[in-house]
C-alpha cells in the first residue's frame, strides 16, 4: 500500500504523531499485555488532541486504512491488536492525558481519554471525592480503554462498571466527525443514549476521545479482611451476612481458592520476592472483604468484626484474619492482584471471564469442574474474582509437572465451559470484553437477534468498516 498519504499526514500534525516502522520502536504498542497476540502494524499514530485525532480519522478513511483504538494496552482479549501485515494503523491516545476539569460541587471530573484510571483517581482524591473504579491494571489502562470495554473490577459491587459512571462523553466517529457530548448534566434524556452504546463497544464504532465521569465522596475509613472457608456455599453464606449487615459499606468481595495463593507464594519466590500466606492453616476458599465509609466517625472495624463473630460462630468459617494495619491491607491487595499473572508459573492456563447468577455459582463450579477432569484428568481449577457479582475468572491450570496439558484440549475445554455458562444463564464475556478472544463464540452464543441489531449498527455507525475491524462482529 503507497504510504504517501501518511507522508502527507505527517507534516500536517504535531511532532510525535506519527510512528512508522522503518523508523520508530512500535514495541510496546504492537506487544499485547498478555503476549497472546501481535500486531505489524502500518504505523502507530498518537494525537495530541481531539481536532488532531479527527485529521487523522479523515486521512485514513480516505485511504482506506483500518484504525485501531489502544489506551494502556492492557486489554486482555486482544481488541487493541492490529490484524494482517501492516496494513492498519493503531491509533494510541496516550498523549490525550489531560484532566479538563473537577466541579466538587457536581462532583464531576472531566477526563481525556488516554489519562491513566490511576492518576484521574489521584486528582479526584485531593478534591475529596473518589473515582469509583479499581482493577489491578489502574496504573496503566486508560479513562478510554475502561469506557471502551465497561470494564468491571472490584468496586463494583458497590458502584457498578465503568457505564454507571458515565454522564456524558466526546467522541470521533465516521469520517472524522467530533461529537461533543461532554454533559454535565446527569438527566438527559434528549434522544438515543449514544454514550451507552459507544461504552463497551471496544473501538469498534468510533473513538472516545474523553468523558465526564460522576464521582462519589473518598472514603474517610476503612477495614479490610481474609477470611477461610470450606466451600463455596460457605462464601455464598457469608456474602448474604455481609449484605444484611454491611451492605452500604461492602466494597470489595473477592473470592480466591487456597491454589491462587499457593501459586501466588510460588511465582513470588522463583522472582526472589517474599510474601507470606494470610491465614495460618490454607482453606479451600478465601475471601478477600473491605468496607468503607465516608463519614470519619463510622465505627466499621468493629462493624465488620462483629459481623465476621457472628458468621464464624455459627460455624460458616474456618479463620478470619482483620487488617490491623496499612502494611496488612497491602500484603492482602498483593496477594489478590498477583493471580493473574502467577497462573502462568505452572505452564499454559486457559482463562475464561464469565458470569452465572451469583447464588447459582456453588453448582456451576462443582459440574463443571466433574466434565473437565473427564477432558483433562488432574487439571486444577482456579477459580477466581469477583463473587459478589456473579463474575469469576475461571482459569485453569494443568496438572502439576504437565505444562502443556490443557493446550491440546483447548477447544473442548472452551466449549464445555461456555456450555455450562449458557445452561446455567450466564455470560461468556463478563468483564474483559470481546475483542478478537471471544469473536467466534459470540457469533455462537449471542441471541440471534441481538446479534443482527448489533450488525445492523455497526453497519450505520461505520458503513465502511474501518473502526477496529475483525473485533466483536
Ligand atoms: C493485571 C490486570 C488486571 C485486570 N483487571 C481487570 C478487572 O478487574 N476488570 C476488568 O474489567 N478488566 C480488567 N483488566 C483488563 C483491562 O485492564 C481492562 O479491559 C481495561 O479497561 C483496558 O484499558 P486499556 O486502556 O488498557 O485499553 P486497551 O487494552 O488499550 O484497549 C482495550 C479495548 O478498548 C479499545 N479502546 C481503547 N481506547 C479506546 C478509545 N479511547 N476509544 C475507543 N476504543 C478504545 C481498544 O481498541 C480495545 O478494543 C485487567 C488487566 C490486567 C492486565
Redesign the pocket.
Known amino acids: 500500500m503507497s504510504a504517501d498519504w501518511l507522508e502527507a499526514l505527517e507534516k500536517v500534525l504535531s511532532p510525535g504523531s506519527v510512528l512508522r516502522p522503518d523508523r520508530d520502536d512500535l514495541g510496546a504498542y504492537e506487544t499485547e ?2 503476549g497472546r497476540y501481535h500486531s505489524e502494524a502500518l504505523a502507530v499514530l498518537r494525537p495530541d488532541s481531539t481536532e488532531a485525532l479527527a485529521v487523522m480519522v479523515q486521512s485514513c478513511t480516505q485511504a482506506g486504512v483500518p484504525m ?10 486482544g ?2 491488536v492490529a490484524t494482517g501485515h501492516r496494513t492498519q494503523v493503531i491509533i ?2 496516550g498523549r490525550m492525558n489531560r484532566v479538563r476539569q473537577v466541579d466538587p460541587a457536581s462532583a464531576l471530573m472531566i477526563v481525556d ?2 489519562v491513566p ?1 490511576s492518576v484521574a483517581q489521584e486528582k479526584a482524591k485531593t478534591h475529596g471525592l473518589r473515582l469509583p473504579i479499581d ?3 489502574s496504573d ?15 468496586l ?1 459491587i458497590a458502584y457498578g ?2 457505564r454507571s459512571l458515565v454522564v456524558g462523553l466526546e ?1 470521533v466517529l465516521a469520517d472524522g466527525q467530533i461529537w461533543h457530548g461532554l454533559s454535565e448534566v446527569r438527566k438527559d434524556n434528549a434522544g438515543y443514549a449514544l454514550k451507552d452504546l ?1 461504552v463497551g ?4 464504532l ?4 474523553a468523558a465526564s465521569l460522576a464521582l462519589v465522596p473518598a472514603p474517610k475509613v476503612s477495614a479490610t479482611a481474609w477470611v477461610g472457608l470450606k466451600s463455596v456455599e460457605a462464601a455464598l453464606g457469608l456474602l448474604d451476612q455481609m449484605r444484611s449487615d454491611l451492605s452500604d459499606h461492602l466494597r470489595a468481595f473477592e473470592l480466591i481458592p487456597s491454589l491462587a495463593v499457593e501459586l501466588v507464594m510460588k511465582a513470588r519466590q522463583a522472582q526472589g520476592l517474599s510474601t507470606r500466606a494470610i491465614l495460618d492453616a490454607p482453606c479451600p476458599w478465601q475471601v478477600l472483604i473491605a468496607v468503607d465509609s465516608s463519614d470519619p466517625q463510622a465505627p466499621l472495624e468493629e462493624r465488620l468484626m462483629s459481623s465476621l463473630m457472628a458468621v464464624y460462630e455459627a460455624g460458616l468459617v474456618e479463620d478470619v484474619v482483620v487488617s490491623q494495619s496499612e502494611s496488612d491491607t497491602q500484603d492482602m491487595w498483593l496477594m489478590r ?1 498477583s493471580i ?2 502467577a497462573q502462568q508459573i505452572e505452564g499454559f492456563a486457559l482463562k475464561h471471564d464469565i458470569s452465572v447468577p451469583t447464588p447459582k455459582f456453588g453448582e456451576f463450579i462443582a459440574q463443571t469442574e466433574v466434565g473437565l477432569q473427564k477432558i483433562v484428568p488432574g487439571l486444577r481449577l482456579c477459580a477466581f ?2 463473587l459478589a457479582d456473579g463474575n469469576l475468572h475461571f482459569n485453569l491450570v494443568p496438572p502439576p509437572g504437565q505444562p502443556d496439558a490443557l493446550r491440546p484440549h483447548e477447544e473442548a475445554i472452551v466449549d464445555w465451559v461456555f456450555g455450562q455458562v449458557r445452561a446455567f444463564n450466564g455470560s461468556i464475556a463478563a ?3 470481546v ?1 478478537l478472544l471471544r469473536r467466534e463464540a459470540l457469533r455462537e452464543y449471542a441471541d440471534p437477534t441481538k446479534w443482527w441489531a448489533m450488525r445492523q449498527i455497526k453497519q450505520a455507525l461505520d458503513p465502511k468498516d474501518l473502526f ?1 475491524p475483525g ?1 466483536i462482529v
Do not use: C, Y
Open positions: 499485555w498478555r485501531v483504538p489502544q489506551g494502556g494496552n492492557t486489554g486482555l482479549v481488541g487493541a494510541q491516545l481519554a488516554g484510571v482493577l489491578a491494571s496503566s489502562a486508560m479513562i478510554g480503554g475502561i469506557l471502551a470495554t465497561n470494564a468491571g473490577g472490584v463494583t462498571n465503568a467522541a459507544l463497544s471496544e473501538g469498534t468510533g473513538f472516545i476521545t492482584e493473574s499473572d474474582g469477583h468483564e474483559h470484553g475483542g477496529n473485533k
